[in-house]
Each structure stands twice: as structure tokens, then as C-alpha cells.
């Protein structure tokens, strides 16, 4: 898990992830208090480079406003 600021933390999401379902999302916006999933493809951390992630999750603070689907 990492923690941070915006516009660090979008970037560097965008820089890691090529594909994905969230991708859309985290390209249109990151607003504050956003989480994003980014899984990585990499067998160890001195493999990670950019485009070696799916971005899979992005949760929003007005995603969570809209309550659990019925």
C-alpha cells in the first residue's frame, strides 16, 4: 500500500498501469480521497517499471455516497 498526494500519486498510477478496468477512470480524475488498485506484474521490486500494472480498482469518495447496489 502507498500512501500519497495528488498529482504524484495519479501519476505514478498512470505511469505503472496499461490496461485495466479502472484505467479510464484514473485517467479522467483522481479527486481527494480517491483509492486506486494498481496490481503489479513483476517478480521483484527492481522489476518494476512502467507498464508493468493493470490498474483494477478505483473507489471515489462520491462512489461510496451512492451506497451498495441492490
Given amino acids: 500500500m502507498l ?3 495528488n498529482p504524484g500519486i495519479q501519476d ?3 505511469a ?3 490496461g485495466g478496468p479502472a484505467l479510464a477512470g ?9 483509492l486506486t488498485t494498481v ?9 518494476l517499471d512502467q507498464g508493468t500494472g ?7 469518495p462520491r462512489s461510496l ?3 451498495p447496489e441492490t
Wanted: with cysteine; charged share 20%; glycine share 6%.
Fill in 3 to 5: 500512501i500519497a498526494h
Fill in 65 to 67: 455516497e451512492s451506497g
Fill in 26 to 34: 484514473l485517467r479522467e480524475k483522481f479527486p481527494t480521497g480517491a
Fill in 16 to 18: 505503472l498501469a496499461t
Fill in 54 to 60: 493493470t490498474a483494477t480498482n478505483l473507489v471515489t
Fill in 39 to 47: 496490481e503489479l506484474h513483476v517478480e521483484c521490486w527492481r522489476d
Fill in 12 to 14: 505514478l498510477a498512470l
